[in-house]
T-cell receptor, first 114, second 113 residues
Framework: KAGVTQTPRYLIKTRGQQVTLSCSPI?????VSWYQQTPGQGLQFLFE???????NKGNFPGRFSGRQFSNSRSEMNVSTLELGDSALYLC?????????????FGEGSRLTVL | ELKVEQNPLFLSMQEGKNYTIYCNYS?????LYWYRQDPGKSLESLFV?????AVKQEGRLMASLDTKARLSTLHITAAVHDLSATYFC?????????????FGPGTSLSVIP
């Protein structure tokens, strides 16, 4: 059973540019969550999608956005990149409504903003 | 606002020793999770604790949950070098029918020979 797949794994951008990250969840998982991980702030919740609808959103500026497609694949976009956006962006999928709520994480997309 | 704290944040321990990592959270929650992250890697699920008094064990790791005290512990028995990693606890915050998982700051564990 394939795990959560994130692309690209590594990318370098410059300030002001925008970036789109992709996440394919485990087959059958319809809930996708995004997290930003930095050494200073730790793991911070960005947003969660289920059935193409954003269910929850963390405390991030509007430059951070996302969407989910009918096949449960998800993308997140960061516009007008800032140096502080350099981070590991992790996507996780889960079975909504499942008793455990366990998250299954992808390998992450490491973004460096120069 | 739900807050999740871990103690200690950094832990260096000798092989063969026992130690406990503590996880406190600020509001009532339905579920508690423990994850492991190796350097440069993603997070791996270790335990899911669903009810008060729940205890789960896998190898040298044992996790427990006390919902009344809003406390979970991750006990390490006879540590080995392979356990060196960062350990995160995480808590669900159920809001209506939705929930999101909030993570603690992580405990960086280093097991030295």
């Amino acid at each position: 059973k394939a795990g959560v797949t994130q692309t690209p794994r590594y990318l370098i951008k410059t300030r002001g540019q925008q970036v789109t990250l992709s996440c394919s969840p485990i087959s059958g998982h319809r809930s996708v969550s995004w997290y930003q991980q930095t050494p200073g702030q730790g793991l911070q919740f960005l947003f969660e999608y289920f059935s193409e609808t954003q269910r929850n959103k963390g405390n991030f500026p509007g430059r951070f956005s996302g969407r989910q497609f009918s096949n449960s694949r998800s993308e997140m976009n960061v516009s007008t990149l800032e140096l502080g956006d350099s981070a590991l962006y992790l996507c996780a999928s889960s079975l909504p409504g499942a008793n455990t709520g366990e998250l299954f994480f992808g390998e992450g997309s490491r973004l460096t903003v120069l | 606002e739900l807050k999740v704290e871990q103690n200690p944040l950094f832990l260096s321990m000798q092989e063969g020793k026992n130690y406990t990592i503590y996880c406190n959270y600020s509001t009532t929650s339905d579920r508690l999770y423990w994850y492991r992250q190796d350097p440069g890697k993603s997070l791996e699920s270790l335990f899911v604790l669903l009810s008060n008094g729940a205890v789960k064990q896998e190898g040298r790791l044992m996790a427990s949950l006390d919902t009344k005290a809003r406390l979970s512990t991750l006990h390490i028995t006879a540590a080995v070098h392979d356990l060196s990693a960062t350990y995160f606890c995480a808590v669900d915050r159920a809001e209506t029918s939705y929930d999101k998982v909030i993570f603690g700051p992580g405990t960086s564990l280093s097991v030295i020979p």
